[in-house]
């Protein structure tokens, strides 16, 4: 296990990590209030429809691996990888959808 | 070994290797160019630097201990005995951003309260959506030979990949989530935030690392 033969180095290493940190993190002011990240501006709308840029490149990446299993006759995969592979833009939209009949109402 | 190496051979005996590259490559820089837009360049640096450190560390382990290996890639980090490419470094810091930035949109929208479960929250929907992907990009690698599982480890496989591969991926982005969510939260300049998420790696490592033992012990206990 490389792990436990680089123990000593690891240890040292750790150590250090967790010293810094504790230091950082206790000696630090708080100079800036806690941040929530507004999402909403990761949207942007093209021809009236409401894309997030953030499941745009997403979609990107499942379908070029999609066509790249298809292009290696691994269509097994293709067919059950990319279907759970979208289940998390599956589930933005509906959140996304769910908010958008909330608001309406 | 030095630490940067060039690979001498490129795609021999792997099939449509570019089409990862060039995927990883495509996704890395667009969330990059989005990130240094949005958050500016401390806040990108926290975002992707971090993981690429800890995804180093944590894959360069896995390959000394003979689990995987990457065959005929152009640039290689060596750490800890094992050889790691830069465009899996480029992956991991991606998966972060992507899963991290996907799983606030969703629970920001369920789950109003700023609190310590508002965090554990986004950190295990981003676990799971990165399990999601894995579940295609894995197998999809092993059958091309973009990176060989050498070790079975026994019992439940998925196309070949061992089911422990799946829960790691759940563990590491799960932690680093987890770190990232924290030390954002921090209400620290930005400066001490940086320094904090690169000293802080050693803690998310032992995590990984305590929790990867733990449950492999437990699935090798009861024959899963």
Same mark, same amino acid.
């Given at each position: 296990?490389?792990?436990? !033969?680089?123990?000593?180095?690891?240890?040292?290493?750790?150590?250090?990590? $967790?010293? &810094?940190?504790?230091?950082?993190?206790?000696?630090?002011?708080?100079?800036?209030?806690? !941040?929530? /990240?507004?999402?909403?501006?990761?949207?942007?709308?093209?021809?009236?429809?409401?894309?997030?840029?953030?499941?745009?490149?997403?979609?990107?990446?499942?379908?070029?691996?999609?066509?790249?299993? &298809?292009?290696?006759?691994?269509?097994?995969?293709? %067919?059950?990888?990319?279907?759970?592979?979208?289940?998390?833009?599956?589930?933005?939209?509906?959140?996304?959808?769910?908010?958008?009949?909330?608001?309406?109402? | 070994?030095?630490?940067? !190496?060039?690979?001498? /051979?490129?795609?021999?005996?792997?099939?449509?290797?570019?089409? *990862?590259?060039? @995927?990883?490559?495509?996704?890395?820089?667009?969330?990059?160019?989005?990130?240094?837009?949005?958050?500016?360049?401390?806040?990108?640096?926290?975002?992707?630097?971090?993981?690429?450190? %800890?995804?180093?560390?944590? #894959?360069?382990?896995?390959?000394?201990?003979?689990?995987?290996?990457?065959? #005929?890639?152009?640039?290689?980090?060596?750490?800890?005995? =094992?050889?790691?490419?830069?465009?899996?470094?480029? =992956?991991?810091?991606?998966?972060?951003?992507?899963?991290?930035?996907?799983?606030?949109?969703?629970?920001?929208?369920?789950?109003?309260?700023?609190?310590?479960?508002?965090?554990?929250?986004?950190? @295990?929907?981003?676990?799971? *959506?990165?399990?999601?992907?894995?579940?295609? #990009?894995?197998?999809?690698?092993?059958?091309?030979?973009?990176? $060989?599982?050498? !070790?079975?480890?026994?019992?439940? @496989?998925?196309?070949?990949?061992?089911?422990?591969? *799946?829960?790691?991926?759940?563990?590491?982005?799960?932690?680093?989530?987890?770190? @990232?969510?924290?030390?954002?939260?921090?209400?620290?300049?930005?400066?001490?935030?940086?320094? $904090?998420?690169?000293?802080?790696?050693?803690?998310?490592? %032992?995590?990984?690392? %305590?929790?990867?033992?733990? *449950?492999?012990?437990?699935?090798?206990?009861?024959?899963?």
């Amino acid at each position: 296990m490389v792990i436990m !033969e680089n123990l000593p180095i690891l240890i040292l290493l750790g150590s250090t990590g $967790i010293i &810094i940190t504790l230091y950082l993190c206790l000696t630090g002011k708080k100079i800036q209030k806690e !941040e929530i /990240e507004d999402t909403e501006s990761d949207y942007t709308t093209i021809f009236g429809i409401s894309f997030s840029i953030i499941s745009l490149i997403y979609f990107f990446r499942l379908l070029m691996m999609f066509f790249t299993s &298809i292009i290696s006759r691994f269509y097994i995969l293709a %067919a059950i990888g990319s279907l759970i592979a979208l289940l998390p833009l599956i589930t933005i939209f509906l959140v996304r959808y769910k908010k958008m009949i909330r608001l309406k109402v | 070994m030095s630490f940067v !190496e060039l690979g001498q /051979e490129f795609g021999i005996t792997s099939d449509f290797q570019y089409m *990862f590259l060039v @995927t990883i490559t495509i996704v890395w820089l667009s969330l990059v160019i989005y990130s240094l837009k949005k958050d500016g360049v401390k806040k990108t640096t926290r975002y992707f630097l971090p993981m690429m450190i %800890a995804a180093l560390f944590i #894959e360069a382990s896995a390959v000394a201990n003979g689990r995987f290996r990457y065959p #005929e890639y152009l640039i290689y980090f060596n750490v800890l005995g =094992g050889s790691v490419p830069l465009i899996i470094l480029m =992956g991991w810091s991606s998966n972060l951003y992507l899963f991290l930035k996907m799983s606030k949109s969703v629970v920001l929208n369920l789950y109003k309260k700023i609190n310590i479960l508002h965090i554990l929250l986004i950190s @295990t929907l981003s676990g799971l *959506f990165g399990i999601c992907l894995d579940i295609l #990009e894995d197998p999809l690698a092993h059958h091309n030979n973009w990176w $060989i599982w050498t !070790e079975s480890t026994g019992g439940v @496989t998925f196309f070949n990949v061992p089911f422990s591969n *799946f829960m790691d991926w759940f563990i590491i982005l799960f932690y680093m989530s987890l770190a @990232t969510l924290f030390i954002e939260r921090s209400g620290y300049s930005e400066n001490r935030k940086l320094v $904090i998420s690169i000293f802080s790696l050693t803690v998310v490592f %032992a995590s990984v690392y %305590a929790t990867h033992l733990f *449950f492999t012990g437990i699935f090798q206990f009861i024959g899963f």
